[in-house]
């Protein structure tokens, strides 16, 4: 079956139940129909999440594809729960650009998947839409401004680096021109649009801590410079409470339920490659306030999402994980060992051999932060014993606990053993992660220690753009922000084509954005864009909903 038809064969409990199982009171929550709904912040206790182990799910470089990691954290969290320990999975939320382009939803899949998945993939509670709406306003009030003659700051138009956002890849709208049609309709500049995941907005909302902290951050978004060079924050445009308003909702954790029935938090979806990648502080510590495990992913390869969960949201936050779980597949590792693309079903050790070292480079970083990496190869029905063997014995040479995880297929039943390496690993660990620099080391030593230690490479080249960056950010007093790379998913170095695990390469970094409301710089790095495109054939060619409202092919 399909992961929608397996869906569909469960029978989901009312949310007020869930509620009860999670532990809050289910009066006080904020219902979206039976199976939905959002938390209110004041159920935080920080004091209870401290006694919280918290295990982080990542992966090696996927293939274009992804690997699964959102599968096995849904499988690990119901196995935890079988064996007796009160456990909450704790998710991003799917994109629309994913969903109907190449990748799908994010609500994991066969028997490891969170509920009601139609409902989570498409709109959900309305988090996307609320973001959307906040950025765009700041993007409608500094175009108003620059068209102001009674309350005009004095913005130049050519500083602005504010864009609008939707929710959709759409390549058409990289690069765009406003204001064309007449002094009526605006000062005509070229702006564009990235993706609603890649929003300062969205990035603000995943790492802000309260509704107060939210709206400071919304306040710091830096805008630009006045003609004479002064600097312009939102604040300035005197915007922030407005936008915070249209986020007195989405700042809520949504909860759901896993396909086993039990709960699930699910809230923030930036993607790894162009932000953060990793979900909410405030979903985390809504899952760890009444939790014994709490299980959440960070986006793409160990590279991407996981480094900026360490270096970025675990230091903001100051929460640190027990464990990393390694999320591996053998389809992957062959693609990395040079099998074509269109291959990977078909059994081939060589390969998978060949493949091995990307492996073995993420385990190397994982160790960089202090944390014991556990793997575990999310199985397919095309892996063959002979593949599954050479892995387990690559992690018995490198002294590395390993379990096969059958979460599509079983559920929870296929990561038992998982999950017994993951409580043993969680209950030795008694020391907080090491993060990878200080965030007063300068910009430059940053993005090198990224760069050289997480990636490989020999050394980072500065174009011109980004040299003047650097000033700028060090006039600003913006020095001490930590760093969240932009780069591509498919490779550990900037350049997509380069798989396994690369070495001798240069890191490029083209331009450096600011996002001072989140409070972290983003190097731009290789031909990473911040609005994807679409596929020559996207997904949304197989969705369709009958009369009867029966939704088809949307995985």
């Given amino acids: 079956m399909t992961d929608l038809q397996i869906a569909k064969k469960v029978k989901l409990k009312p949310i007020t139940e869930i509620a009860k199982t999670f532990g809050i009171d289910p009066n006080i929550i904020d219902m979206y129909g039976k199976y939905k709904a959002k938390v209110p912040l004041s159920c935080i206790n920080r004091n209870k999440a401290k006694q919280s182990n918290l295990i982080l799910v990542s992966a090696i470089s996927p293939t274009p594809a992804g690997e699964g990691k959102t599968t096995i954290s849904i499988g690990l969290s119901e196995a935890l729960n079988r064996l007796k320990k009160k456990t909450t999975v704790v998710l991003r939320e799917p994109s629309l650009g994913p969903v109907f382009g190449i990748k799908g939803g994010a609500t994991g899949g066969g028997y490891s998947q969170v509920l009601p998945l139609e409902d989570i993939n498409l709109h959900f509670t309305g988090d996307f839409s609320g973001i959307e709406k906040a950025h765009n306003l700041l993007a409608a009030i500094i175009d108003n401004n620059i068209q102001s ?75 630009g410079y006045t003609f004479d060079k002064k600097p312009i924050y939102a604040r300035n445009l005197k915007v922030a409470g407005a936008m915070a308003t249209l986020l007195r909702h989405a700042i809520k954790p949504n909860l759901v339920q896993t396909i086993e029935g039990n709960p699930a938090i699910i809230h923030g979806g930036p993607f790894a490659n162009i932000a953060q990648g990793t979900n909410s502080v405030i979903g985390t510590l809504m899952g760890m306030t009444y939790s014994e495990y709490t299980v959440t992913e960070a986006g793409f390869g160990f590279d991407l999402g996981a480094e900026k969960f360490f270096d970025i949201k675990c230091q903001s936050a100051n929460i640190s994980p027990k464990a990393v779980v390694l999320t591996t597949t053998i389809r992957a590792l062959k693609y990395h060992g040079g099998a074509d693309i269109k291959s990977l079903d078909i059994p081939n050790i060589d390969a998978l051999r060949d493949g091995l070292p990307n492996l073995e480079k993420h385990l190397e970083n994982i160790k960089l932060f202090g944390v014991t990496p556990i793997i575990a190869i999310n199985r397919f029905k095309s892996d063959s014993k002979e593949e599954i063997e050479l892995i387990k014995d690559f992690a018995k040479i490198k002294n590395i606990r390993c379990a096969v995880a059958n979460v599509w297929a079983k559920g929870g039943r296929g990561a038992i053993k998982l999950a017994e390496h993951v409580i043993e690993v969680a209950e030795a660990c008694k020391t907080k992660f090491k993060p990878l620099y200080q965030w007063n080391d300068n910009i430059e030593t940053k993005i090198e220690t990224i760069a050289q230690n997480i990636y490989g490479a020999e050394h980072v080249d500065y174009n011109s753009t980004a040299k003047r960056q650097l000033k700028q950010i060090k006039d600003l007093g913006l020095e001490n922000l930590p760093i969240c790379v932009a780069k591509t998913q498919k490779s550990l170095s900037d350049n997509p084509k380069l798989l396994g695990r690369p070495k001798d390469f240069i890191i490029t970094v083209r331009e450096i954005e600011i996002a001072s409301g989140a409070g972290f710089l983003i190097p731009i790095t290789g031909e990473i864009m911040r609005m994807p495109g679409l596929p020559a054939h996207p997904a949304s060619e197989g969705i369709d909903i009958s009369d009867s409202g029966e939704i088809t092919g949307l995985f």
Avoid: Y
Avoid at 185 to 210: N, Q, V, W
């Fill in 149 to 223: 003659k009674t309350n005009s700051l004095g913005l130049d138009p050519r500083t602005i680096t504010w864009k609008r956002v939707v929710d959709m890849n759409d390549r058409a709208l990289r690069r765009i021109i406003v204001g064309l049609g007449g002094t009526s309709s605006g000062i005509p500049r070229e702006t564009g649009f990235d993706i609603t995941a890649a929003s300062e907005i969205m990035a603000i909302l995943c790492i802000s801590k309260s509704l107060s902290d939210l709206k400071k951050r919304l306040g710091n978004i830096f805008i």
